[in-house]
């Protein structure tokens, strides 16, 4: 399968802790996104890459969240601290350079105690 | 008010029939519309992808913008107990704008 790729697929941590969360795209994707999703809710925009750059981020996006593309592969979102506002679908989709379509991971269900 | 308004339903329909689903947006920048079918705990599955006002048809999907008035339809035909998700409208704006705005999404039930 060479879909979009995400581990862990689920995470339940304590309040206050650190989680982190990887996101493989499409092998000839160089464009990376990050999605928010609650219960009942569409995907909410977090923050895009195209290779290693993160261009956009989105005001969701607080101080206590990390996004980083290092090589323009792999993906990885950090949480510091984590509420229990913090539980949601954590969505990521990748898209190839000439297209507007974005192709999504299974997600990572956070769960915060 | 949203950007994407869209009846989170839930919808019931039976096997067999035509279903309509629909989304209006206030955002003129919007240019590209996409439909995603989502199952429960899964990630969004891209559906139909449509740029231009006019409809657009693949196996029994259709989808149709209508950008003079600010309205997106999906129209399924023959439903299957199988299309049974929640369907996502999606838009973005022209270059440079990345960003997908989403519907809420309709929760729709082919009942047997």
């Known amino acids: 399968d060479t879909g979009v790729s995400q581990n862990p697929r689920h995470k339940i941590t304590k309040r206050g802790q650190n989680v982190t969360f990887r996101c493989d795209p499409i092998s000839e994707h160089n464009r990376l996104y990050w999605y928010r999703q609650t219960l009942g809710q569409g995907p909410e925009f977090l923050t895009y890459f195209q290779n290693e750059a993160q261009l956009e981020k989105s005001r969701l996006l607080s101080d206590r969240f990390s996004a980083e593309r290092p090589k323009g592969s792999f993906s990885t979102l950090e949480i510091q601290r984590t509420e229990q506002g913090d539980s949601a679908m954590y969505l990521c989709?990748?898209?190839?350079?000439?297209?507007?379509?974005?192709?999504f991971g299974p997600g990572t269900r956070l769960l915060v105690l | 008010q949203k950007e994407v308004e869209q009846d989170p339903g839930p919808l019931s329909v039976p096997e067999g029939a035509i279903v309509s689903l629909n989304c209006t947006y206030s955002?003129?920048?919007?240019?590209?519309f996409m439909w995603y079918r989502q199952y429960s705990r899964k990630g969004p599955e891209l559906l139909m992808y449509?740029?231009?006002?006019g409809n657009k048809e693949d196996g029994r999907f259709t989808a149709q913008v209508d950008k003079s008035s600010k309205y997106i339809s999906l129209f399924i035909r023959d439903s299957q107990p199988s299309d049974s998700a929640t369907y996502l409208c999606a838009m973005v704006g022209g270059f440079g704008n990345e960003k997908l705005t989403f519907g809420t999404g309709t929760r729709l039930t082919i009942i047997p």
């Open positions: 989709a990748s898209s190839p350079p000439s297209g507007r379509t974005q192709y």
């Open positions: 955002n003129s920048a919007f240019q590209y």
């Open positions: 449509t740029y231009s006002s």
